[in-house]
């Protein structure tokens, strides 16, 4: 078998400098390259197009994988967003006045979700959900949270992993270092599980002074039994504000909100990632009910103020609608699906197949599957494609392109099935070390 050539790789050199001036390395868990293939992973990029990345090395690579971590639906540096930012650099991005454009794009996501009454924008997931979680709790009068899914890094949210019988652990990864997260917040939140409904009603039983759910919509399976219309008719019953984080599910399945498709309206959603095509931007809505307590609260901060996101957010808003981009990223991920089983099945590997259709993702039914996710990488590597076991779809993962990765795909699980039946393991074959399983996602 063919190895990796470049071994000691611009990248591997800068991540070894990364690690050693910056904390953790860099800014973002799921771009670090113990997630992909640890001393091999090019892990910088010099430029980007459509769904293609350069390395350092200016080694050109097909993303079909995490697409920025879900952040370009439109692909990367897609022409049209691009230039509606560039006009809004040339005029300026910050100033002591604000931004005109970020009333047009409230106006605008408001008349998408007409239950909306206000919208606030905010730069990051975790801090746009920090923000809700304030306006929920200031409406409710109550402090204690429930949670289901992944909400970011602050605080409110890592504390649920200090209550030991409602942690985390089922929805993030086993060894999440807390430190630093005070104790007493301990007692505020508390996870459930996805299509459970009577663990949210366990967690309920023991702190009947729940005031806030949040949740994602959907992220690994669909919603079973009523689960969502349960949900919603148990927080109106309790006067509990619900809040749905579609940072990540929203745009993908229909033009705004996933809960628009399901019926199911919250008090608060959120929106982030996809929302400007690759530049910051994310925001929440909120119904009447609980942004009319909201106006004089003290949320405010310098750069949610800045041009260049609310320009991209509107013209991602536009060109997501010009070609119905959800349609688009679903029906491709329906066929990689498909696909995957395909080849998983010929070459009898059990497997589960899991995600939004725009959001797809399998596993195999073995133990170390780190190692065989590893090995995927490693040998698309070698053909110049990134890939481990998920992709967020984007509009530019066309024929072409899903051609040629099903076509190095298929080699690299024929040779897993060749491995298995010779009892080679596969741990031996492996170049860098393996990766790490990253987040797990309870939805
Ligand atoms: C549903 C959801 N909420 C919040 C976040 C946090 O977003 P960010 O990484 O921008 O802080 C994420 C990120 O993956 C997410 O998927």
Not at 49 to 74: A, Q, R
Not at 155 to 183: E, R, T
Not at 248 to 267: A, Q, V
Not at 320 to 330: G, L, N, Q, V
Request: glycine share 6%; proline share 2%; net charge positive.
């Amino acid at each position: 078998m063919a190895k990796i050539k470049n071994k000691k790789n611009s990248g591997q050199k800068l991540w070894l400098k990364g690690k050693k001036y910056i904390l953790g390395g860099n800014m973002l868990l799921s771009k670090r390259p113990n997630l992909f293939l640890p001393d091999l992973w090019p892990t910088y990029f010099s430029k980007t197009k459509s769904c293609f990345i350069w390395d350092l090395d200016n080694k050109k690579y097909i993303d079909m994988s995490y697409m920025g971590v879900g952040t370009n639906i439109l692909g990367y540096n897609n022409n049209r967003v691009d230039r509606e930012v560039e006009r809004a650099i040339k005029k300026g991005n910050i100033s002591t006045f604000n931004a005109p454009e970020e009333v047009e794009l409230a106006r605008k996501l408001i008349s998408m979700h007409k239950w909306a009454y206000k919208a606030k924008f905010a730069r990051t997931g975790g801090e746009i959900a920090s923000v809700a979680i304030r306006i929920a709790r200031n409406y409710s009068k109550k402090n204690k949270v429930a949670i289901c899914g992944y909400h970011g890094w602050h605080d409110w949210y890592l504390s649920a992993n200090i209550n030991k019988k409602s942690s985390l652990k089922n929805h993030l990864f086993d060894q999440l270092n807390i430190g630093g997260v005070p104790k007493e917040f301990g007692k505020l939140t508390f996870s459930f599980e996805y299509n459970d409904f009577d663990s949210l009603l366990k967690v309920y039983k023991k702190n009947p002074d729940i005031g806030v759910i949040i949740m994602e919509v959907k992220r690994n399976f669909n919603p079973k039994k009523n689960f969502l219309k349960k949900i919603k008719n148990f927080c109106t019953k309790n006067k509990i504000v619900l809040i749905f984080d579609e940072c990540t599910s929203g745009f993908r399945e229909n033009f705004g909100g996933l809960h628009l498709k399901y019926k199911i309206i919250p008090d608060i959603v959120l929106f982030g990632k996809a929302l400007g095509n690759g530049y910051a931007i994310t925001a929440l809505l909120g119904n009447k009910k609980v942004m009319k307590e909201a106006n004089d609260l003290f949320i405010s901060s310098t750069f949610w103020t800045e041009r260049i996101g609310s320009v991209a957010g509107l013209a991602t808003l536009k060109e997501m609608k010009r070609i119905k981009s959800w349609k688009k990223i679903t029906k491709i991920g329906k066929i990689i699906k498909e696909k995957w089983k395909r080849i998983f099945d010929k070459y009898l590997i059990e497997y589960e197949i899991k995600g939004l259709d725009s959001i797809v993702s399998f596993e195999f039914k073995r133990k170390n599957f780190n190692v065989y996710k590893t090995f995927i990488t490693q040998e698309m590597l070698k053909k110049g494609i990134l890939a481990n076991n998920s992709i967020y779809v984007s509009i530019d993962h066309d024929n072409k392109i899903l051609k040629k990765y099903f076509v190095e795909f298929e080699k690299v699980i024929k040779k897993i099935q060749i491995l298995e039946q010779k009892g080679i393991k596969l741990e031996k074959l492996l170049e860098s070390k393996a990766s790490s399983l990253g987040f797990k996602r309870l939805n």
